[in-house]
């Protein structure tokens, strides 16, 4: 039963394409994140979102977005897809507060040609 | 924060030597600190964490030390076995709106039979 899943975890694309991936959460948790992983595996966050607000790291491109249709699913679309945007994503859920650990997807490797 | 190099840090061990991996955080308000590992291939998961009240905690092979003064965490593990390799998170929760799991750099494990 898994806590986190993501979907696809491959996904090969032309520049230009638009694309999205699926995240789900069977943990009741609060908010949701997600997360580039670089080819040096540097984790960054890319977006934090709860019923309450949305926080975007003002460094992603427009772009990006993500999408939730209920509490337990939050959706990244990616339009125009570029070769730089070639990375590992990773969805991500934990209990909203200051003490709480996030749980995470398999991942989604993203690879654009 | 931790400044990116070019490269992963990386530590070799050999199996059954105690490993300690370093982690330099940024932020003197954060109170919340987890160690991740990430296995290839998946995402990373939860070890061990540690509040700021607290300057070490231990689990089963692990410990963690935190030292506030100079914003430093280290990961011990005792009698590191292959299984151990993996990539390494420190994690903070820094406040933006919400609080948000944010990430190092990450260091690269490897335990040699």
Redesign the interface.
């Known amino acids: 039963d898994t806590a986190v899943s993501q979907t696809p975890k491959y996904l090969v694309t032309q520049m230009g394409n638009d694309k999205s991936i699926k995240c789900e959460q069977n943990l009741g948790h609060d908010t949701m994140y997600w997360y580039k992983q670089d080819s040096k595996k540097f984790l960054k966050i890319m977006f934090s979102y709860n019923n309450k607000e949305l926080i975007i790291n003002e460094t992603v491109p427009n772009r990006f977005s993500p999408k939730s249709p209920d509490k337990a699913h939050l959706n990244l679309h990616i339009n125009s897809l570029e070769l730089g945007d070639s990375a590992v994503y990773f969805c991500a859920s934990s209990q909203e507060g200051r003490r709480s650990s996030a749980f995470f997807g398999q991942g989604t490797r993203l690879t654009v040609v | 924060g931790e400044s990116?190099g070019?490269?992963?840090p990386t530590l070799s061990v050999q199996e059954g030597d105690n490993s300690i991996i370093n982690c330099a955080y940024s932020n003197s308000a954060s109170?919340?600190f987890?160690w991740y590992k990430?296995e290839s291939?998946?995402?990373?998961?939860?070890i061990i964490?540690i509040?700021s009240n607290m300057d070490k905690r231990q689990g089963q092979r692990v410990t963690v030390l935190l030292n506030k003064t100079v914003k430093h965490l280290s990961l011990q593990i005792a009698a590191t076995q292959p299984g151990d390799s993996a990539?390494y998170?420190c994690?903070e929760?820094i406040?933006?709106?919400?609080?948000?799991?944010?990430?190092g750099?990450?260091t690269?494990l490897i335990v040699h039979p």
């Open positions: 990116v070019l490269h992963l109170d919340y987890i990430q291939g998946k995402g990373p998961q939860f964490d509040r990539v998170f994690a929760n406040k933006g709106g919400s609080y948000i799991p944010t990430f750099r990450g690269s």
